[in-house]
């Protein structure tokens, strides 16, 4: 052994300098000299309290010579150098994978021996990790250290400061290199690059369905338990994602931060700004492999693939009838519960979806939002200009069974197919005759109520149809051709 060699008498670990064998000591004494002036922070050597500094004074000394990046301290610029390298010189022993410093080694190590020294002294979970440890605590103390400076947010990690900071400033680092699709988050490359290979290595065990994320497959399942684990604070409503809560708590505050720099329209969160922004930009880019049909969301487009592959995933848990999206299985339980929470502010009815009440109230403000390009014909549903283009094309895509007729829409097809059925869905509550038309029941009814709504507009005399009221014009025109 070399006369000149220091040794610990804790560890037994030998050094060749005094100043060496100091510095280590201090690993047992816990001791940190160095403090700095401006946060009191301590450091047990003189270099991490200069490397510390940097944080204060935005000194950044090391620079990439590849792409200009600068960093505070000398070993980040050589672990972001390995980007550009793709050096990974510390390889598992076990398991033959490689990484890019040693400390992520060792730490990945840990998977092989299981071991997990650092352990929390609330809750006993224990960690590969102190940095994990140290993260976990906050769980238990409630602490959030790290503030964004532009909305005051807080947070108990930096990494998670970091990627929230991309909201603000639009950054997404993470590029797709087949694509050139940007993301804020490198896990959400992770996913997207699946896409391009249509990996999907995640399998539900209920329906066999794939997911490219475990992450997902976990939400998927709750479909099948009903698992609602995350629960709103102010009106106890569960939600089956951490998401789904986050985005409904603002209902409360009434908070709509994101605005658009177009309409100046507010929204609750940034993902929707970004969605409504398409409107205006005509952007689509999410697209359906079968039929090549562009969406402006990606949740849009995975309802559409249902048309495909016709799964129906959501279950009525009163009469098991299958839907193809939770909106609608909510929608439909409306019918059980006779639940209308949108009520017109001009006549009062309600409706058991706001899509319908968005219909109805065309009814007052006279929009007809859909034109025809053929004929310039103006519609109030984009459903109805869809059948009225028919008129036009000859096009019949909805065909009888039973007789081989052909029709232009469904509603149609349904009210011929009662001819062959009998079926007459619609009663009278009055006097028990059946229908198999919704409007002939109106028209019926109106023979107990009295009710005449169509008006001659010459000599006011009412009638309960609007047939009869054409008949009756004629008395007054004397054969002229009227419009209804």
Not at 1 to 25: A, W, Y
Request: net charge positive.
């Amino acid at each position: 052994m070399d006369d000149k060699s220091f040794k610990c008498e804790v560890c037994n670990k030998l050094f060749l300098r005094s100043s060496h064998f100091r510095r280590h000591q201090r690993i047992h004494t816990g001791e940190k000299p160095f403090t700095c002036e401006v946060c009191d922070k301590s450091f047990s050597e003189s270099s991490h309290l200069r490397a510390h500094q940097r944080i204060h004074t935005g000194e950044k000394p090391f620079a990439c010579e590849m792409c200009e990046k600068s960093f505070a301290q000398l070993t980040s610029l050589l672990i972001h150098q390995t980007i550009h390298t793709g050096e990974k010189p510390f390889k598992c022993e076990v398991c033959d994978k490689a990484f890019v410093t040693s400390t992520r080694l060792l730490v990945h190590q840990s998977i092989h021996t299981g071991e997990k020294p650092f352990r929390c002294e609330v809750c006993g979970m224990a960690f590969t990790q102190a940095s994990n440890l140290l993260m976990h605590k906050r769980i238990h103390t409630g602490e959030k250290p790290f503030t964004c400076e532009v909305c005051n947010k807080s947070f108990s990690q930096s990494s998670t400061l970091r990627t929230h900071q991309r909201l603000h400033t639009g950054e997404k680092p993470f590029k797709c290199e087949v694509c050139n699709k940007g993301f804020a988050q490198l896990p959400g490359l992770v996913s997207h690059r699946r896409s391009h290979m249509e990996e999907k290595p995640f399998k539900c065990e209920v329906c066999d369905r794939a997911f490219a994320q475990s992450s997902t497959l976990v939400n998927h399942r709750r479909i099948h338990t009903g698992e609602k684990p995350f629960k709103c604070e102010v009106c106890n409503k569960g939600f089956t994602q951490l998401s789904g809560l986050v985005n409904h708590q603002p209902i409360h505050t009434g908070e709509k931060p994101f605005t658009c720099e177009v309409c100046n329209k507010s929204f609750s969160q940034s993902s929707t700004l970004l969605v409504h922004k398409r409107i205006h930009t005509g952007e689509k880019p999410f697209r359906c492999k079968v039929c090549m049909k562009s969406f402006s969301d990606s949740s849009t487009l995975r309802r559409h693939q249902r048309i495909h592959t016709g799964e129906k995933p959501f279950i009525c848990d009163v009469c098991d009838k299958p839907f193809s999206s939770s909106s609608d299985l909510r929608i439909h339980q409306r019918i059980h519960t006779g639940e209308k929470p949108f009520m017109c502010e001009v006549c009062d009815k309600s409706f058991s979806s706001s899509s319908d009440l968005c219909v109805h109230q065309r009814i007052h403000t006279g929009e007809k939002p859909f034109k025809c390009e053929v004929c310039n014909k103006s519609f109030s549903q984009s459903g109805n200009l869809r059948t009225h283009q028919r008129t036009h094309t000859g096009e019949k895509l909805f065909k009888c069974n039973l007789c081989g007729k052909s029709f232009s829409d469904s509603t149609r097809l349904l009210l011929h197919q009662r001819i062959h059925t009998g079926e007459k869905p619609f009663k009278c509550e009055v006097c028990g005759k059946l229908f198999s038309v919704s409007s002939s029941l109106r028209v019926h009814q109106r023979i107990h109520t009295g009710e005449k709504p169509f008006t001659c507009m010459v000599c006011n005399k009412s009638f309960s149809r609007s047939c009869n009221l054409l008949v009756h014009r004629r008395i007054h025109t004397r054969g002229v051709t009227l419009e209804v």
